[in-house]
């Protein structure tokens, strides 16, 4: 018998969060949305007041990978809701779990050009992974669970809820029926295991190509569990990145477009490959009838669309990494592959003497991750420093490593890093980002000044936009378009508005001292770290070549 | 040119038409044709798509199937031999 009790639609919102559990929200209030503001005035959950609904998206992501909850983020009616669209986007392409709530002009005006209508439930088509729009408040409590589920459903991804003014107002009964939230219940075909265990057995040169898979299905001890007993050379891609652990002797770091030169060699010469909750992106792959050309390949996915997508599978395991890695469990005989790997790893590890007294970037960003505490959760924007975070840090799990893959949106890295202090506020939580990412949404410097949010940022200032420069010094023959940003404000003067205690460092000799400095403080903590702008990332694999011919610095 | 008849059945839920010409569109696949009607006692639809395209077609049955709406998503081959004929 149902347990019913009447509500407003907008109090009923809140009803059914809770029994999901959720207990933080970002957002940002707007006309369409305030009966659900109202509502909240009386609940318990705790919402974080965003500068920006771009930044209450991102939050929203960044407090669901660090903690591996589903993300809330609401935003009101018109440009509301499309200033969510870009962390919709983010979440999709990164299949992160997100349910948005937007406010819309109440039904008998939707459709008027009613002040700050938009038609966010047509634009969400392209950016969630499903979308509603209740127009009956009875059908409300069932689709607000639906929105759970699907976000949590076998590949992960974000989903908008769009609710009407006067359905958030309508008077409602509860009905509290049964629902269920199953983590990757999918129905796919039984996994052919023994065609797997074949070619794994016939391999003598086999590499693990790991992705942001792994994490999404929680598959971290199962993935370890493998690479340890059959002894595989294993690659990461971004995302991935903390899926392996990164001191495991056969481990070498990441592949393709700035990949280390270990990593994209083996997979060149491997001879099967073992795609892992990966999908052959065009960053990790290069040139893609080049990729892996002498591999087999066996792919472990949950997304059947995934398969044969942009590189055919001769073994395609679908379903739960959980259930599927360990049935492929076997020891392997590859001692001289193995052997061959870590030489590569060895002879092309990464060179820290960089002369001269300029700070530099690599090296800086590997004294914060050997410095940083245990479980200390970094989050990144999009461009050099991004890649020089992937390259030179060490993670121990992915959801310490929370970086735009799929998107590559700047502006990404301070809002998701309060998302992930929210959500792990003993952690340490440390924002590397650039001096063109920061901007992109500097405004939640406020909401960490706000709620006192003790994030550390790691800002590499290099008054360009460093990866367009390097693009078009190398590709564009050197003519810099719209790339000079050396009439930056004055970022540690601009921290300081927000009550953020910064610092400047300019030359080698002040880094240890100025990151001892931040890690020690209580507070949110900005560290300007000013290097050449001349300075590139490499390895680099140009785009439509193979990742064996990648240019280096020489 | 490979020209496909995709014979899609689809819960009738709110906007899973437009879903499907948005993905069809954004997977490369030329919109020939469509035909789409509801079985209102069970409230399934039923929708022939004539799509065009370079691409496999297995890209897009994946890509529907994708969605949250759908029921099945079949090919008709002998669409496809009329039209290779």
């Known amino acids: 018998m149902a347990n019913e009790t009447e509500l407003t639609g907008a109090s ?11 207990e933080h929200i970002f957002g940002y209030p707007g006309g369409a949305i305030m009966p659900i503001y109202d509502a909240l005035y009386d609940s318990e959950v705790d919402h974080f007041l965003c500068r920006h609904e771009q930044g209450a998206a991102f939050s929203a992501i960044g407090y669901a990978r660090a903690s591996e909850k589903v993300g809330v983020c609401f935003a009101t009616s018109g440009p509301g809701a499309t200033n969510l669209l870009t962390g919709l986007a983010d979440a999709l392409a990164d ?7 937007t406010g819309q002009v109440a039904t008998a005006a939707m459709g008027s050009d009613a002040f700050q209508e938009i038609d966010v439930f047509g634009l969400s088509l392209a950016c969630t992974k499903h979308s509603f729009q209740v127009t009956d408040v009875h059908d409300l409590e069932k689709v607000l669970h639906r929105a759970f589920a699907i976000a949590l459903e076998g590949r992960q991804g974000p989903v908008l809820v769009d609710i009407p003014k006067d359905i958030q107002l309508a008077k409602v009964t509860e009905e509290r029926g049964d629902y269920s939230t199953l983590r990757n219940k999918v129905k796919l075909p039984p996994a052919n295991v023994g065609s797997a265990l074949a070619l794994l057995t016939q391999a003598k040169k086999p590499v693990l190509y790991v992705g942001g898979g792994v994490g999404m299905a929680r598959a971290i001890d199962e993935l370890r569990s493998f690479a340890k007993r059959t002894g595989i050379p294993s690659v990461s891609t971004l995302k991935g990145l903390g899926a392996i652990d990164p001191n495991d002797p056969n481990y070498l770091g990441m592949l393709g477009m700035h990949g280390t030169k270990a990593a994209n060699l083996a997979v060149q010469e491997c001879d099967l490959l073992i795609a892992v909750g990966a999908r052959f992106d065009d960053r990790v792959t290069g040139k893609l009838n080049e990729f892996a050309p002498h591999a087999k390949v066996i792919h472990f996915d949950i997304d059947t669309a995934e398969i044969d997508k942009r590189r055919k599978a001769n073994v395609a395991i679908l379903g739960d990494l959980k259930v599927n890695l360990p049935a492929l469990e076997i020891p392997l005989t590859i001692d001289d592959w193995q052997a061959k790997c870590q030489q590569m790893q060895a002879y092309f590890g990464w060179q820290y003497d960089h002369p001269g007294e300029n700070i530099f970037a690599p090296a800086v960003l590997k004294e914060v991750s050997d410095r940083m505490p245990r479980n200390t959760c970094v989050t990144t924007d999009v461009g050099q420093h991004q890649m020089w975070a992937a390259q030179h840090m060490k993670f121990e799990d992915p959801t310490n490593f929370l970086t735009s893959g799929g998107m590559g949106t700047m502006g990404f890295g301070l809002p998701a890093a309060i998302g992930a202090q929210v959500s792990r506020p003993y ?10 990412s920061i901007m992109m949404n500097v405004q939640e410097l406020a909401t960490i000044k706000r709620f006192q949010l003790p ?4 800002l590499i200032d290099n008054s360009k936009l460093g990866m367009v420069r390097q693009w078009q010094d190398l590709f564009f023959n050197g003519r810099l378009s719209e790339t000079d940003l050396s009439d930056n404000p004055d970022f540690v003067m601009l921290a300081q508005a927000f009550d953020i205690k910064a610092k400047q460092i300019t030359k080698k000799h002040e880094v240890t001292g100025a990151i001892e400095e931040m890690l020690d403080h209580n507070g949110p903590y900005l560290l300007q770290v000013k290097i050449d702008a001349k300075e590139n990332v490499w390895p680099l694999v140009p785009p439509e070549t193979a990742n064996d011919k990648m240019m280096e610095n020489t | 040119m490979n020209r496909y008849q995709l014979n899609i059945t689809a819960d009738d839920k709110q906007v899973v038409l437009e879903r499907i010409l948005q993905v069809a569109r954004y997977r490369g696949f030329l919109i020939n044709g469509i035909h789409a009607q509801v079985n209102t006692k069970n409230s399934v639809g039923i929708i022939e798509l004539l799509v065009s395209s370079e691409r496999p077609i297995e890209l897009l049955v994946d890509q529907i199937n994708k969605l949250i709406d759908i029921k099945s998503v079949k090919v008709d081959n002998t669409v496809m031999q009329l039209e290779s004929a």
């Open chain 1, 12 to 22: 009923l919102l809140f009803e059914v969060l809770k029994q999901h559990g959720v």
């Open chain 1, 95 to 101: 299949s992160i779990p997100l349910v948005a709530i």
């Open chain 1, 427 to 436: 952690d340490c939580v440390i924002a590397v980002s650039g001096d063109g």
């Open chain 1, 455 to 458: 994030v550390k940022i790691v």
